[in-house]
Structures are given as C-alpha cells and as structure tokens.
C-alpha cells in the first residue's frame, strides 16, 4: 500500500508540471506587455514610477528574457518562496488573496462533493434494482434535466423564485452581519443556511450524472454471476443487493471523483459569480476582465492542482477498499 | 410391449425435409439494426425531431422571427410578453388567434414604464405576412414571416428587452450560433481525437502512455476556469467572425479528449474481438476486415461520443457569453441574451428575460436523449455507463 | 417415475422468459427425479436449458423469467414435502432452503464469487446465517471445510481474495461453499466446463468424495458425455427445453433410444473407434420461432416421419427405467406424469 502511495504520488510531479506550464501560457498569451499596461494604470491613479521601479518590477517577473526563463523564474518563485507574483488589480501579492479565497473555494467543492454521493449512490442503487419503476423514470428525468440545465442559469432561477414566492434574497456565504465577524457558533450556523444553495446548484449536474453512472454500473453488476451466487446462500434479497452488488459498484464510483471533482471546481466558479460568495470564481472572473493576469494564471494552476490531488485522494481511497486494485498493483 | 426395439443402424435418409428457415429472423447490416433499435427509444426519437427543427429554425431564422432582431423600438422597453389568445375578455371566442396591444405609463414612483394590456387594440395573426427583410444564409433576401400580426402592428411573443428589441425574435436569431458552435467545435474535437486516439491505438507502446498520461491531465483542469481563461485572451478588437472561430477552438482544446478516449479503446477491442479475428481466419484480406467491420462498428461509437459532447459545448459557449467574455454584442447568440439576466433586479422585474435559457435546456436534452438512444442502439448489450 | 424415496421431484415444470421478441420457453414441461444419496445427469446442447432447469429448482429464475406451472417437490430429511414451486423466491421459507438444504455450484469459478469479500468471508457468510454460529466460529468452519476440498493451508488462505485464486481452487472454494451448511442436495452447473481437463478430473474426483462422505444427492448438468460417464447413476437427456430421453447412464450409452442421443454419442470422439465422426446436421433450433406441437429434432432427424413435424410425441418406456420422446417408439406404454 506504502509503495503504491509513493508511485501514484510522484506519477503527480510530471502532471503538476504541464499543468504549471498551461497555467503560465496563459499569464503570458496576452498579446502585449502587461508591465506597460501596469504601469500605465499606476500612472492613471496618480502614482509616480520610477524608472528603478520598472527595471526591479522588469528583473522580479524576468520580462526582458524569452518564455522559458519567464516560466522557470515564475515557477521557481512558486516553488521557493511560495510568491505567485503580484496582482495588479489588487496591489497585494496573489498568495494573500489565495489564502483568502481557497479554503472557502475548497470548502464548498468539497461539501458539494460529498452531497453528490450521498445523494446519487442510493438512488442509483435504488434505480437500478427498480429498474423501469416510475420512480426510475422520476430520477431518470430529473437527471436529464439537471444535466441540462447550465449551472447559472439554475442559480439565477433559484434566486428569481426565493425572490418572487419567498421574499428572501439568496446569495452570499454570510449574511452581511457574520461577514466580517469572527468565527463564533453563531456564523458557523449562518454559513450553514447559505451553503446549501451553492451545493444545490453546483452538484446538481454532478449528482445527475453520478445518478446514470451508478445506475448503469449497478445494472451490470446486479447481472452478474456471484450475485446469484449470493442468492443461491440463502440470503436475503437486500442483503445481496447492499453488500455484494453495491459494494463492488461503488468502487468504479469513486474511481470517477477524477473526473466529477473538475467538474464541481468548473462549476463553483462560474456559480460562485452568479451567488457572489467569496471564493475564487468571482476573483478569476475580475482578474480575467481587468487583464491581471498573474492572478488569473495561479488560480488556474492552483485550481487544477486541487482536482489532481484530489483524484490522488480518491484513487488512495479506492486502493484502500478495493483489494483487486491493492494487490495489483503492490505485486 | 417391446421394450428391446433399437435404433436402425443405418443412415435410412427419409425424403421428408421441413423447412424452418423462413421463420428464421431475417439479418440485417449493422446500420439498419442501429436504426432499428434507435427508433425504439422514444425519447431520442423526439430529440432528433427537436434538433431537426432547431436547426430548420437556424437556417431560416429570419423566416421563423417576426421582426428584424436589431430592430429597437423606443416606446416597448421591457414591454413583457404578449401570448396569443383565442378568447376575448369578454369572453367571446375568435377563430383566427390574436394579441393584444400594450398600454404604458410611467410609474410617478420608481420612474419605470409600466405596461397594461389594451383591450381596445386587437391584433389578429395571420400566417405567411410581410415584415422586415433579412437574408437567409447571408445570400436570399426577403420580407416573408411564417407569422405575424395581420396589420402590420409590433409584436412580442416573448417580450422585449433594454431596448425594446423582440425577444422572440432575438432567440430565434441566436438559434444560429448557439446550435452551430458546438457543431464546428465537435467537428475540431472530433479531428484531434481521431488523429491523436488512433494514433495511441494504432501505435501502443510509450507513444500511446505519453498521449494517455497527458489526456488524464486535460481532463482534471476544471474546465470553466480554463475555457474563461483564454477565451479572456481573445482580443477584444477581433471581428465577430474571428471571435466565434476563437471560442469554438477554446472549448474543443479540452473536449477532444473525450473522442480520443473512444477512439483508442475501440481500436485497442476491435484489435482483438472476436468477429474480427473470425474474418482473418476466414481469409479476409486486411482491408476486407476493416471496411467490413471495424468501420461501421468503430463510427457508431464514434457518433455517441460526438452527440453527447455537443452539449457541453453549447453550455460553455452559453456560460462564457453570459459572463462577458465569450462572444460579444452584436452577435447573437443564447448566452449573450442571457447577459441581461445577471442582476438580481432585473430578473424579479423582468423575468421573460431568462427565457433563452428554457431554450439552451431544450436543446441539449434534446441532444443527450439522441447520444443515448445512439448508445444504446449501438451497444444493446451494456447498460448506459459514464 | 415415482419412486417413493426421491429427494427432490421435478413435475412437469415450465419455465418461460417473456422477452420482447416473444415468449422463449426455455423449460417445457420437464419431469426428473432425484434419489438421496445418487447422482443424477442431465445433458444438452449449449442452450437447451439446462441451467434454466438448475435456477428453477433453486426457485431464483430472474424476470422476465418465471416458473409457470409445475412443482419441484422437496422431501427433506425429517420426511415433510415442501413445493419450491409455489414458495415465493424471496421469501424467507424459500432463503431457508437456499444454501441450507439445496446448494448450487455455477459454471465460471471467475465470476461467480463476489471480488471484493476473501473467500473465507463468502464461506462464513453463508454459514453464520443458517447454522447460527459466531464469526469466529463460522470461520473456523469455513477453514476445515476449505481443508476437505482440499485447498492447501486454509487457515492462510481462507484471507485471500478470488483474483489471487487459480481457477481450480476458485472452483475448490465453490465447492466448499456449497457445501459449507452441510445440504442434501447440490445442484452442479457445467462445474468443469472453464476448467482444463486435468483440474477437471481432479474437481469430479473431489465432488464424488464429498458426496461418499456427506451422503450427497447430486444434480449433475453438463453438455459433456464424458461428465457423464464418469459421475452419473442415471441421466437425462435435455433438447430444446424438453428431456428427450431418460435411462441409467450404462443404457445410455451401449443402448441408446432417441436419434438425438444416438447423435451425441456419435459426435464424441472414442479411442479405438475406426468410424467416422458424424456431427448431428443443421443447429440447435431458435426457441423463439419454434411451432408448438411437432418434435423440435425433427429437422435435424435422419429418421424424421410426417408425424413428426404433425404432432409432439408422449413420452414412451422404453425399457426398464428407460423413456424415450420419440414417434419412433409409438405402440410403446405412454409415461404419465
Ligand atoms: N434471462 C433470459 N432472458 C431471455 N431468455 C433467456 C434468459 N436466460 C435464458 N434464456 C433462454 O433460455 C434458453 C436456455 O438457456 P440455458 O438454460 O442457459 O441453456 P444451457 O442449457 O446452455 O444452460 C436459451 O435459449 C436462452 O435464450
Ligand atoms: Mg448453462
């Protein structure tokens, strides 16, 4: 178990380097030179520059030198000093803002996470050993839809209907009296009464996916030999169901997290804007209109790290319960 | 009772000969079962129904809209929408559908236009009228509408927005480059994921690991905040025309991996099944087998995946126009529209306004009931797995 | 047919899957007897229904499968005689008989075990529920049983997983399995038929110790005359659905009845034997497009009548415990069942 931790944990180094590089070419892909434009917008506030100034902000970010040393200077600060460079917009330093905004970035993908599967691993059971009952129907349609339905557009609904019929306004992660309180029993119940709309919404499509997925896997499982196996011991049809068929179904579940965790990092961003919470959506979203590109650059590669290292977590996790893939891969 | 009868020993061929072969099920080519089992599915056959007619109305928009999309009228800001009606409000029915024409004020309060419906100014419609020109393809001009009002005055089926432009007419107009992006940009996924998955297939070995690690990486960024990202790097001073070509390559650049996927492993099993190898063994000649069998079986699935990644894409075009940094005004397109429901305000006033939604929601369930009626008329034999 | 110290009695069953391109009547109105302590054969073509027969007796037919008419009468020990038939599957009278008093033994040792539990949990699983006992004790149960089928130290390798099992031992772990609460009957699916032939005689030899030692009944299924040879006192005949031909397994082969046995036995290959190999011409029939009320051999029958194809032939007593489906034996007394 100990060497296929350490394998899978260094088979992450060359994928954290390409993702580093994606992450640059797009600090770098606008045309133009941002040191210009920054200063430039410094000049507009009625700051005055010096030319030492330029030529030490020239040096930091290695502006005069081709891509490469760009990218292994930027990369080298990230590694070295944890300095992700400095967001022009703001004026502090990008990792200041990205120990604002992460834990809340991480908090909600990680609850949104854990609500799709509890949701969407009953009811797939639940689907699949009521196969074309109309309660399969039911999920079956509102997993379409809610595959359908763009997350925004789910957002701004919600909000027009709790505005419309309830006369309360939804959005935020904190009403405005928590929201620069201390953390205190108080704010932690507040959060609580907000979280649950961004779960809705962002795992909603997850969760409808999850639904076919665990559904189709279940049904292939449920056809299998050792179910009647199962069955020929004399046990109990929900017995045979829960811990035979589902257990075994559950593992290729988990091993999809890589790929339902990008999609709730995907949607929180875009969601996050629509409900204005505070984590790294809307921030992308301001860094990106206003060009400030070493911000934009290190959400992107720390918002792909996060996935990455979660599908690690995810694949540990596997190992740990599914003993074919344990003794695989040990051997 | 004879008990020690025994067989005759020798083959005595009796002339009788029954013949059950025309019960026998009649076979078929593979495409004509695909169909056949796809019709079965009813879902995904009204799904291609809808996309049928989506994409008629993408062609014909200015046929389908009643008016010219940029068309502003100064008088009908936010005017909401005005439903046909068969029944008068006295009661009285009308054979031929009407509307109603709109009354406004401006509310001495909150300096907004309110508008009340006009029971004096009755509009009926009528098939086939003659409106504001436009071009179908860019190349026929004419003023023909499938409908309209009989005398030529507004109407908003659907209501208006900031600047009085008919919101029917706007979605009608933006069927064109919503539908039409995720065609060109499955077509561009659909090019690297052959390229590059038969060449994993085809090829195996370290060439095949490279391609497979650096797939796995693509499809663990979180696609939002990338596809915001460079299509944030689209120059605002880029044309239309450039700008639309520039997002259907941003959201090809991570949706070819899914095509890439089912290309290789279909080679990988094609490579071995059965079927095929019952065909070399029968003496078939390489080229035999391939056109024979590897084809058609290898573009059904082919087909699945490109259906099922179409939705995506016309979400994220959605999603990125809404944002603003997709496509841009004067364009039009669904999530453009939708720009105008991003406040709060607007939307508890003017709740028609996120209407275009409804239609992105048709369109891609339409178009993920057909990959999966596809799916399962290809592959009757595995249940609907990822 | 009716022997008074049968075990298990199979009358006149019917088991049809309604599918969508029609009814399939995969078992049609069979009848079989088992006797404590004997091995009974039944043997066919891939997809006459033999395993349907297995799974009806077990009363664990999936839909769009059913049992439609007929009874599967147990005598079990203390002499009462329940209708497997009309228990409901899932009910609990039925899962007390299931594991506890009939066991099954399926064709794939690969798939047939669940892969996520050690072989020694799906041993005590079974073990724990029927005979009451502790974990502890369940697993010690498990370890001398694992022992008996001879699965070198089973106390290691009782933790082990299916996937890291030969297919011999998995078929061994089978065994056990079903043998784990001690039952009087054990149906066996095809048990050899994934197997190579050495581990497969190494497997027949087990079943036939176990059944000397535990005074098993055993319903032996397999397309495999040579199975037969080895394993059966008496044997059934199965095609399309129907048993065609019931004898003890010495007349079966030296004094065969029905053309479709005749057939089997000459496409089996013989030492010493200077004859041709004739394979039956044409194939199995597709059950879903079969007439009612003619003999399903017939096309493929080189001693076909008009009757055949005109009307089903009864089944004839041919001999002496020897029936035989055939229009050839008309005039014979008729067996009712
Ligand atoms: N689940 C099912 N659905 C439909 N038909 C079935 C099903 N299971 C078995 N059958 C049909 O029943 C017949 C007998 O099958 P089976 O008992 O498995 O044959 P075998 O003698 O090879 O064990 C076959 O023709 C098969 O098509
Ligand atoms: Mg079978």
């Given at each position: 178990?100990?060497?296929?931790?350490?394998?899978?944990?260094?088979?992450?180094?060359?994928?954290?380097?390409?993702?580093?590089?994606?992450?640059?070419?797009?600090?770098?892909?606008?045309?133009?030179?941002?040191?210009?434009?920054?200063?430039?917008?410094?000049?507009?506030?009625?700051?005055?520059?010096?030319?030492?100034?330029?030529?030490?902000?020239?040096?930091?970010?290695?502006?005069?030198?081709?891509?490469?040393?760009?990218?292994?200077?930027?990369?080298?600060?990230?590694?070295?000093?944890?300095?992700?460079?400095?967001?022009?917009?703001?004026?502090?330093?990008?990792?200041?803002?990205?120990?604002?905004?992460?834990?809340?970035?991480?908090?909600?993908?990680?609850?949104?996470?854990?609500?799709?599967?509890?949701?969407?691993?009953?009811?797939?059971?639940?689907?699949?050993?009521?196969?074309?009952?109309?309660?399969?129907?039911?999920?079956?349609?509102?997993?379409?839809?809610?595959?359908?339905?763009?997350?925004?557009?789910?957002?701004?609904?919600?909000?027009?209907?709790?505005?419309?019929?309830?006369?309360?306004?939804?959005?935020?992660?904190?009403?405005?009296?928590?929201?620069?309180?201390?953390?205190?029993?108080?704010?932690?119940?507040?959060?609580?009464?907000?979280?649950?709309?961004?779960?809705?919404?962002?795992?909603?499509?997850?969760?409808?996916?999850?639904?076919?997925?665990?559904?189709?896997?279940?049904?292939?499982?449920?056809?299998?030999?050792?179910?009647?196996?199962?069955?020929?011991?004399?046990?109990?049809?929900?017995?045979?169901?829960?811990?035979?068929?589902?257990?075994?179904?559950?593992?290729?579940?988990?091993?999809?997290?890589?790929?339902?965790?990008?999609?709730?990092?995907?949607?929180?961003?875009?969601?996050?804007?629509?409900?204005?919470?505070?984590?790294?959506?809307?921030?992308?979203?301001?860094?990106?209109?206003?060009?400030?590109?070493?911000?934009?650059?290190?959400?992107?590669?720390?918002?792909?790290?996060?996935?990455?290292?979660?599908?690690?977590?995810?694949?540990?996790?596997?190992?740990?319960?599914?003993?074919?893939?344990?003794?695989?891969?040990?051997? | 009772?004879?008990?020690?009868?025994?067989?005759?020993?020798?083959?005595?061929?009796?002339?009788?000969?029954?013949?059950?072969?025309?019960?026998?099920?009649?076979?078929?080519?593979?495409?004509?079962?695909?169909?056949?089992?796809?019709?079965?599915?009813?879902?995904?056959?009204?799904?291609?129904?809808?996309?049928?007619?989506?994409?008629?109305?993408?062609?014909?928009?200015?046929?389908?809209?009643?008016?010219?999309?940029?068309?502003?009228?100064?008088?009908?800001?936010?005017?909401?929408?005005?439903?046909?009606?068969?029944?008068?409000?006295?009661?009285?029915?009308?054979?031929?559908?009407?509307?109603?024409?709109?009354?406004?004020?401006?509310?001495?309060?909150?300096?907004?236009?309110?508008?009340?419906?006009?029971?004096?100014?009755?509009?009926?419609?009528?098939?086939?009228?003659?409106?504001?020109?436009?071009?179908?393809?860019?190349?026929?001009?004419?003023?023909?509408?499938?409908?309209?009002?009989?005398?030529?005055?507004?109407?908003?089926?659907?209501?208006?927005?900031?600047?009085?432009?008919?919101?029917?007419?706007?979605?009608?107009?933006?069927?064109?480059?919503?539908?039409?992006?995720?065609?060109?940009?499955?077509?561009?996924?659909?090019?690297?994921?052959?390229?590059?998955?038969?060449?994993?297939?085809?090829?195996?070995?370290?060439?095949?690991?490279?391609?497979?690690?650096?797939?796995?990486?693509?499809?663990?960024?979180?696609?939002?905040?990338?596809?915001?990202?460079?299509?944030?790097?689209?120059?605002?001073?880029?044309?239309?025309?450039?700008?639309?070509?520039?997002?259907?390559?941003?959201?090809?650049?991570?949706?070819?991996?899914?095509?890439?996927?089912?290309?290789?492993?279909?080679?990988?099993?094609?490579?071995?099944?059965?079927?095929?190898?019952?065909?070399?063994?029968?003496?078939?000649?390489?080229?035999?087998?391939?056109?024979?069998?590897?084809?058609?079986?290898?573009?059904?699935?082919?087909?699945?995946?490109?259906?099922?990644?179409?939705?995506?894409?016309?979400?994220?075009?959605?999603?990125?126009?809404?944002?603003?940094?997709?496509?841009?005004?004067?364009?039009?397109?669904?999530?453009?529209?939708?720009?105008?429901?991003?406040?709060?305000?607007?939307?508890?006033?003017?709740?028609?306004?996120?209407?275009?939604?409804?239609?992105?929601v048709i369109a891609v369930l339409a178009f993920n009931f057909v990959g999966d009626g596809l799916r399962d008329a290809a592959d009757p034999y595995t249940s609907n797995r990822f | 047919m009716k022997e008074v110290d049968d075990i298990l009695q199979v009358r006149n069953l019917r088991t049809y899957f309604r599918t969508d391109n029609g009814l399939v009547r995969a078992v049609d109105r069979i009848s079989l007897g088992v006797r404590r302590g004997e091995t009974v054969g039944i043997v066919g073509e891939s997809g006459c229904g033999k395993s349907v027969t297995a799974l009806s007796i077990m009363n664990l037919v999936r839909p769009p499968g059913r049992i439609v008419a007929g009874q599967i009468l147990y005598r079990s020990?203390?002499?009462?005689?329940?209708?497997?038939?009309?228990?409901?599957?899932?009910?609990?009278?039925?899962?007390?008989?299931?594991?506890?008093?009939?066991?099954?033994?399926?064709?794939?040792?690969?798939?047939?075990?669940?892969?996520?539990?050690?072989?020694?949990?799906?041993?005590?699983?079974?073990?724990?529920?029927?005979?009451?006992?502790?974990?502890?004790?369940?697993?010690?149960?498990?370890?001398?049983?694992?022992?008996?089928?001879?699965?070198?130290?089973?106390?290691?390798?009782?933790?082990?997983?299916?996937?890291?099992?030969?297919?011999?031992?998995?078929?061994?772990?089978?065994?056990?399995?079903?043998?784990?609460?001690?039952?009087?009957?054990?149906?066996?699916?095809?048990?050899?038929?994934?197997?190579?032939?050495?581990?497969?005689?190494?497997?027949?030899?087990?079943?036939?110790?176990?059944?000397?030692?535990?005074?098993?009944?055993?319903?032996?299924?397999?397309?495999?005359?040579?199975?037969?040879?080895?394993?059966?006192?008496?044997?059934?005949?199965?095609?399309?659905?129907?048993?065609?031909?019931?004898?003890?397994?010495?007349?079966?082969?030296?004094?065969?009845?029905?053309?479709?046995?005749?057939?089997?036995?000459?496409?089996?290959?013989?030492?010493?034997?200077?004859?041709?190999?004739?394979?039956?011409?044409?194939?199995?029939?597709?059950?879903?497009?079969?007439?009612?009320?003619?003999?399903?051999?017939?096309?493929?029958?080189?001693?076909?009548?008009?009757?055949?194809?005109?009307?089903?032939?009864?089944?004839?007593?041919?001999?002496?415990?020897?029936?035989?489906?055939?229009?050839?034996?008309?005039?014979?007394?008729?067996?009712?069942?």
């Open positions: 178990m100990f060497t296929y931790i350490l394998r899978r944990t260094l088979l992450m180094i060359p994928t954290l380097f390409l993702i580093s590089v994606i992450a640059f070419a797009v600090i770098d892909l606008p045309p133009g030179d941002y040191l210009t434009s920054y200063v430039a917008q410094l000049e507009a506030q009625g700051a005055v520059v010096s030319e030492e100034q330029i030529l030490a902000l020239q040096k930091r970010y290695a502006l005069d030198q081709p891509a490469h040393v760009r990218y292994l200077n930027w990369i080298w600060r990230i590694v070295r000093y944890g300095d992700f460079g400095q967001s022009w917009n703001w004026n502090r330093p990008v990792r200041e803002l990205l120990a604002e905004r992460l834990p809340f970035t991480i908090g909600v993908s990680v609850t949104t996470l854990v609500f799709t599967y509890l949701a969407a691993i009953p009811i797939g059971i639940y689907s699949a050993v009521r196969q074309y009952s109309w309660a399969d129907y039911i999920f079956t349609t509102a997993g379409f839809l809610g595959l359908a339905v763009p997350n925004f557009l789910l957002a701004l609904v919600l909000m027009y209907v709790f505005y419309r019929y309830f006369g309360v306004s939804i959005g935020g992660m904190f009403s405005p009296e928590f929201r620069d309180a201390a953390w205190s029993m108080a704010k932690f119940r507040d959060l609580l009464n907000h979280l649950w709309v961004p779960i809705i919404v962002i795992g909603t499509s997850g969760t409808a996916s999850l639904i076919r997925t665990m559904r189709g896997v279940m049904l292939d499982e449920l056809g299998k030999d050792y179910v009647q196996t199962a069955r020929a011991k004399g046990l109990s049809e929900i017995v045979v169901i829960v811990r035979h068929a589902a257990k075994v179904a559950v593992n290729p579940i988990i091993s999809v997290i890589g790929w339902t965790l990008p999609q709730i990092i995907s949607g929180e961003a875009i969601v996050a804007i629509v409900l204005n919470l505070p984590t790294t959506g809307p921030l992308l979203y301001q860094s990106l209109l206003t060009q400030d590109m070493y911000l934009a650059g290190s959400f992107i590669f720390i918002l792909s790290a996060l996935t990455v290292i979660g599908t690690l977590l995810s694949d540990i996790l596997l190992a740990w319960i599914d003993p074919r893939i344990r003794f695989d891969r040990e051997g | 009772m004879n008990t020690d009868q025994s067989l005759p020993t020798t083959q005595t061929k009796h002339s009788l000969t029954i013949d059950w072969e025309d019960v026998k099920p009649k076979s078929s080519s593979q495409g004509q079962l695909m169909f056949r089992r796809f019709r079965k599915h009813k879902l995904a056959v009204a799904g291609l129904v809808v996309l049928c007619l989506f994409y008629a109305v993408a062609v014909f928009n200015g046929f389908v809209a009643t008016s010219d999309p940029a068309k502003r009228n100064s008088s009908y800001v936010y005017a909401p929408p005005t439903l046909p009606r068969f029944i008068d409000h006295e009661g009285n029915f009308h054979f031929r559908p009407f509307v109603y024409g709109l009354k406004s004020r401006i509310d001495p309060d909150t300096w907004e236009r309110v508008y009340e419906i006009d029971h004096e100014k009755r509009h009926s419609l009528s098939l086939f009228v003659r409106g504001d020109k436009y071009r179908i393809l860019g190349v026929f001009e004419s003023d023909l509408h499938l409908f309209g009002t009989a005398d030529g005055a507004p109407l908003f089926l659907l209501g208006t927005d900031s600047l009085g432009r008919d919101m029917y007419s706007r979605i009608v107009a933006g069927t064109s480059i919503s539908l039409t992006i995720g065609l060109i940009g499955v077509f561009l996924s659909l090019v690297l994921g052959l390229l590059i998955g038969g060449l994993s297939g085809l090829v195996g070995g370290t060439t095949d690991l490279v391609i497979q690690r650096i797939i796995e990486i693509l499809a663990s960024i979180p696609q939002i905040p990338f596809w915001m990202a460079l299509s944030a790097t689209v120059p605002a001073s880029w044309s239309p025309v450039q700008t639309y070509f520039a997002i259907t390559i941003v959201l090809s650049l991570l949706s070819w991996t899914r095509v890439a996927r089912v290309v290789r492993g279909k080679f990988l099993a094609l490579r071995e099944a059965d079927f095929v190898m019952a065909a070399y063994a029968m003496g078939a000649g390489n080229w035999w087998v391939i056109i024979r069998h590897l084809i058609p079986n290898f573009l059904s699935y082919v087909l699945v995946t490109v259906t099922l990644t179409i939705p995506g894409m016309i979400l994220g075009e959605t999603s990125l126009s809404f944002l603003g940094i997709g496509l841009k005004p004067p364009a039009i397109s669904w999530g453009i529209l939708l720009q105008q429901a991003q406040n709060m305000r607007t939307i508890a006033l003017r709740p028609w306004l996120l209407l275009p939604g409804v239609f992105v | 020990g203390d002499g009462s005689t329940t209708d497997i038939a009309k228990l409901h599957p899932n009910g609990r009278q039925m899962r007390s008989l299931r594991g506890n008093n009939i066991a099954m033994i399926f064709q794939e040792p690969m798939t047939a075990l669940t892969p996520v539990y050690s072989i020694g949990d799906q041993i005590a699983e079974g073990v724990m529920l029927h005979k009451k006992l502790t974990r502890r004790q369940a697993r010690e149960r498990a370890i001398e049983i694992l022992g008996k089928v001879g699965i070198p130290s089973p106390e290691k390798r009782i933790d082990d997983y299916p996937h890291q099992f030969s297919g011999g031992m998995r078929q061994r772990a089978m065994i056990a399995m079903a043998l784990s609460c001690e039952p009087e009957v054990v149906i066996a699916d095809e048990p050899t038929t994934a197997l190579d032939v050495t581990i497969e005689a190494q497997i027949l030899r087990l079943m036939k110790e176990m059944q000397s030692q535990l005074d098993l009944s055993i319903i032996m299924i397999t397309h495999d005359l040579g199975v037969i040879a080895e394993m059966a006192d008496r044997v059934n005949v199965m095609y399309t659905g129907k048993i065609v031909e019931h004898a003890q397994t010495d007349d079966i082969f030296y004094n065969p009845k029905h053309p479709y046995t005749l057939g089997l036995l000459q496409s089996i290959p013989t030492i010493g034997d200077k004859r041709r190999l004739t394979p039956i011409r044409g194939a199995v029939p597709n059950l879903l497009t079969l007439p009612e009320d003619v003999c399903y051999f017939a096309p493929r029958c080189p001693y076909a009548m008009e009757i055949c194809a005109q009307a089903e032939p009864p089944m004839y007593q041919v001999g002496t415990a020897h029936q035989c489906k055939c229009w050839l034996y008309e005039g014979n007394e008729v067996v009712a069942v």
